[in-house]
């Protein structure tokens, strides 16, 4: 992972869309390492697609803390905090944003409500239930057809990794960005989990409780498949 700031996120994307450099930014948390294990594809993912990765996650600050690495509260970044900004600053300097993701009419819904706060920002939606084998090429042409500065692909863990994996070449958005269900919270499909708990760490218990049927696997199973991965970071640790 980078040790990325709300701040330094913005600097890559600006300095991807002023330079038209091509800079795909992915991120971490338990739920992606534990996939990152299981599944070849996102681990070519973030092997050879991911230019940089931020933290998603309090459990992975804490744990490169224990490592020796000195992450701060600041490197911790979550979607529902930095896209209002960066829709914002979209505004502002004219950046073109696609959303590929969600359900129809989801991500329409809370792109209406940034194009309400933010007005004049250029942004449109796809959403993320198509079939990948048969109508990827048209979705591509659609995005391409925008020209897009930035690429948001909101398809979940490991549908959009796969996703960008297999289509990346054929994209010309400069900056291309995984982001999970963000449009959901925004469109309030999703509720939002309070910003307090990310503060203090328990935003998965938050999403649990909203989302038991759907979450409770990924909190509360998968975080037990990464123990031997820990006890091995600490060996090296120790040894070191």
Not at 171 to 188: E, K, N, Q, R, S
Request: glycine share 8%; aromatic share 10%; hydrophobic share 45%.
């Amino acid at each position: 992972v980078n040790a990325l700031t709300a701040e330094s996120l913005y600097a890559l994307i600006a300095q991807s869309i002023r330079q038209r450099e091509r800079c795909v930014i992915g991120n971490h948390n338990l739920h992606s390492i534990h996939l990152d294990h299981q599944d070849p594809q996102m681990r070519a993912f973030y092997d050879q697609v991911a230019d940089y990765v931020f933290i998603d996650g309090m459990p992975l600050v804490l744990w490169g803390r224990v490592l020796g690495f000195p992450l701060k509260r600041a490197n911790r970044l979550t979607v529902v905090d930095w896209l209002p900004s960066l829709m914002e600053k979209s505004a502002q300097e004219g950046w073109r944003v696609f959303y590929l993701g969600g359900r129809p009419g989801v991500a329409e819904a809370g792109a209406a409500r940034f194009r309400a706060a933010n007005p004049g920002l250029a942004i449109r939606t796809g959403h993320g239930y198509f079939d990948v084998k048969s109508e990827s090429a048209c979705i591509v042409a659609t995005i391409n057809a925008f020209v897009p500065d930035v690429l948001l692909v909101g398809m979940g863990m490991p549908r959009q990794e796969h996703w960008i994996l297999h289509r990346r070449d054929d994209l010309h958005a400069p900056c291309i960005i995984t982001v999970g269900a963000a449009m959901d919270y925004f469109a309030g499909a999703i509720p939002t989990p309070p910003r307090w708990t990310g503060r203090l760490g328990l935003e998965w218990l938050a999403r649990l409780i909203a989302e038991p049927g759907r979450l409770w696997r990924r909190y509360l199973v998968e975080p037990w498949s990464l123990l031997p991965f820990m006890l091995a970071d600490l060996r090296r640790r120790w040894s070191s």
